[in-house]
Every structure is written in C-alpha cells, then in structure tokens.
C-alpha cells in the first residue's frame, strides 16, 4: 500500500503540472484591470442605440444642408439685387456731379452778367449825368438851347447849323441812353433765365439726391439682410458641426463598446480553454492513476519484501511536496468571525474550482481581511450587480470586484465577489487588514467570499495554507 501512495504521488505531481500549464491564463485574468459592468446584450442595446442616434442625426444634418443651400441661393440673390441698386446709385451720382457742374457753370455766368450788368448800369448813370449836366448848364444861362442858337448866329445858314448841331446832340444822348437801356434790359433778361434755369437745376439736383438716399438705403437693407443670411448659414453650419461631433462620438462609443464585447468573448474563450485544460489534466490524472492502481496490485502481490524503504522514500517525498513554500500554514483566516467553508477547493459541477468559498449566511458585508502583508498588483472595482444570480454579470471576468495580494516570495492571494473595496492598486497592506466587505458581484449565487492561493502563479489548496 505504500508503493501505491507514492504511485499516485507521481500521478498527483503529472496532474499538477498540467493543471498549472493551464494557470498562467488564469492569473492573467486577474490581473485584467477593466471593469466589465454591463453584459453583452447590455453593449449590444447601446451600441443599436447609438445607432439609432446616428441615423436621426445625419437625418437632421440633411435637414440643415437643405437649409443652408436655401439660405446660399437666397444669398446669391441678393447679391444680385445689391449690385443692380449699387449700379443705380452709381448712375445717379454721375447724374448729380453733372448738375453740379451746370449749376456751378450757370453761377459762374450770372456772377458775370451781374458784372457786365453793373458796367452797364454805370454807362447809363454816366449818359444820363451828361445829359443832365447839358439841360442844368443851359437853364443856368437863361436861354434854351434853341434861342442860344439863334441869337448867336452870325447869318442864317449859323443859325441853320446851330439848330442841327443841337438836334443831332439831343439825339444822340438819347440813343445813347436807349441803346445803354435796351443792353441793360438785355442783360437783366438773360441773369432771370440763367436764374431759372439755376433754380430748375437745383430742383433737378434735389430729386437725384432723393433717388440717391432711397437707393443707398435700399442697398444699406439688402446687406443688412444679406448678412443676416450669412450668419444664419454659420448658426446652421455650427449647428451640423456639432451634430457631426455628436456622431463622432457616438461612433467612438460603439466601437468601444464592440472592444468590450469582443474582449468579454475572448476572456469568455480563455476561461473555456482553460476549462478544457482541466477536464484533460483529471481525465489523464484519472487514466495513470487507475493504471498504476493496477501496476500497484500486481506489483504488491509480487514482492513487498521493501515496504520499510518506500513508507520511508514516499514520507520524505510528501512533505516535500506539500511544503508550499515559507508561508505554509502561516496565513490568517480572511474573513474573521465567519469560518464556514460553503465550498472547497477542486472538482465542482463539472468544472475545478481554484480556492474555497466562505459563506455562513451572516457574512454579507463582512469584513475582508488581508490573509498576510504584501502590496496590491491587482484590483478591480465599480461592479453595481450586488445580488445573487444565476449567470455572469461580465464584471470582473465572472469575479465581479476583487483584490489581488502579493506577499513577496511568488506567493499571492485572491479575494473575489467583494460588495465593497478599500484598498487601490500599488498599496501596502499589513496582515489583518480590512480590505473590503464580503458581497455578491460577478457570478454569485449569493454573499460569500471566493479565497484563493497561488503559489509561483498555480492555485493551491487554501485550506493547506491557513491556520
């Protein structure tokens, strides 16, 4: 019987390192840092929900497009009706500056009528004055012109002369002071019609002004509304803008969330490989060790004749196996006042499980205690499914919020399905510290805490290690 024990020693050892192939996996996934909080149908309903929202808002940027090119053909023609009214505006100045030139030329011919008027009137004052100056001097001498004239004459053909040098004389002041009238009428004529045709200019001149005031207002209103327009179109293109930003977003988000999914698939793949691994260490385990039962039996029947040296070969081998290390029955209980082990470390509902579950139906919200000093190299948190269920939420790779403790000699330890966690990644913590709270995240059928202990990155029996 004792060559039998050390058979299956070497069959346990096989099982084992096939088993710890299949842990580094495992390890892996606790060090996964990414919380899992929504399950894949969860990230499935928000990534056809973005969906949806994507549609709606490349539907309402359609909207704004149809809009901003109603607003651009409206702009165009406006630019038109400005450019019709600014040629308008610039025909009437051309009109203006015209009148103004007439004006200025009709100004400058009155200013020289009123100067040619002036002479003229002087002309007239200065025939008149010598006509008046003759008609004083001959009253003065008391004799009119005529009786001067014949008196003086020295025979008839000298009086004859005299009466016709004084007839010429008076008729010739008269022409004189005609001819200087009629000029002066003249010219006060023709100041009268340049200035009527002066004061029809300037009512010409008002009118343009009144067309050019009207134009240069309706021109004002049309760029008024024209850029109106123009920041209309901008509001309108912000507008798309940060709809195409909201769908930028939204494409973000889902292609995250399918990173999500496909990284829940693939933890899902490993988790499955992992199983496999197991199911084929047993299955091997199982097959050597019936075959060396028989080899055992036949062998015993043969010749036990060496008992004493195999008990004494196979005692030495077992406690050096079962050693595991400096930390050997020297970690503390992690969840003090509750010492019910609701399940144990092995084969479990057709799967292996890798540590001890610890349940006493008061151990909800327990206090988590570290089982030895060490630093935190791996935490995971914000899991909201604190229930009892049947299935993975996704949190945490199935372990919903946990903690793992290395203790500094490739031993570390594994606390799973915490309600609560007070410790971060990178922390010290001394034996007997309380790191969390005992609850029901991730796969749980109700509050425990899930333990576990791994050795150079194996899991190991718990239960080999606490005291």
């Given at each position: 019987m004792n060559f039998k024990i050390g058979k299956l020693k070497i069959a346990a050892v096989f099982m084992c390192s096939l088993i710890a192939a299949g842990s580094f996996t495992y390890v892996s996934n606790h060090n996964y840092s990414d919380v899992h909080a929504k399950t894949i149908e969860d990230l499935e309903d928000e990534i056809a929900a973005n969906d949806e929202e994507i549609a709606r808002l490349e539907e309402e940027m359609a909207g704004i497009d149809s809009e901003i090119a109603n607003a651009e053909y409206e702009q165009s023609l406006l630019l038109q009706k400005i450019d019709v009214q600014t040629e308008n505006l610039n025909i009437i100045n051309t009109k203006i500056d015209d009148i103004n030139v007439k004006i200025s030329d009709a100004e400058e011919k009155i200013e020289k009528l009123e100067i040619d008027i002036q002479n003229k009137q002087e002309d007239v004052d200065v025939g008149l004055e010598q006509f008046k100056e003759r008609l004083r001097a001959m009253y003065i001498t008391g004799n009119d012109s005529l009786a001067s004239a014949l008196v003086g004459a020295t025979d008839f053909y000298d009086m004859l002369s005299r009466v016709e040098l004084i007839s010429q004389i008076a008729q010739h002041d008269d022409e004189l002071v005609t001819t200087l009238r009629t000029q002066l009428e003249q010219l006060e004529e023709a100041q009268t019609l340049l200035a009527i045709e002066k004061e029809n200019l300037n009512e010409d001149l008002e009118e343009q002004k009144t067309y050019q005031a009207e134009f240069q207002a309706t021109i004002e209103d049309l760029n008024a509304d024209y850029q109106a327009s123009a920041q209309f179109t901008a509001d309108l293109e912000a507008e798309k803008n940060a709809k195409q930003s909201d769908i930028d977003q939204y494409e973000k988000d889902s292609a995250a969330m399918d990173a999500e999914i496909e990284k829940i698939y693939e933890l899902a793949r490993q988790q499955a490989a992992e199983e496999e691994a197991r199911k084929e260490a047993e299955r091997l385990a199982a097959e050597a060790a019936a075959k060396e039962e028989e080899e055992e039996e036949d062998y015993y029947y043969e010749d036990d004749s060496d008992d004493d040296y195999y008990e004494e070969e196979e005692e030495d081998d077992y406690y050096e196996e079962d050693s595991g290390g400096s930390f050997s029955g020297s970690l503390s209980w992690p969840v003090p006042g509750h010492y019910v082990i609701s399940s144990y470390y092995g084969s479990r509902w057709g799967s292996f499980h890798q540590g001890i579950d610890i349940a006493d139906g008061n151990t909800n919200g327990a206090g988590v205690a570290a089982a030895a000093g060490g630093t935190v190299v791996s935490v995971v948190t914000g899991c909201p499914h604190d229930y009892a269920k049947d299935s993975s939420c996704g949190c945490g790779g199935?372990?919903?919020?946990?903690?793992?403790?290395?203790?500094?000699?490739?031993?570390?330890?594994?606390?799973?399905?915490?309600?609560?966690?007070?410790?971060?990644?990178?922390?010290?913590?001394?034996a007997g510290e309380i790191i969390g709270s005992v609850g029901s995240t991730g796969w749980s059928t109700g509050p425990h805490l899930h333990f576990e202990v791994l050795v150079g990155g194996s899991a190991v029996d718990p239960t080999s290690y606490l005291y």
């Open positions: 199935g372990y919903g919020n946990y903690i793992q403790i290395s203790h500094g000699d490739g031993t570390s330890t594994f606390y799973a399905h915490l309600g609560s966690v007070y410790v971060s990644y990178g922390q010290s913590v001394s």
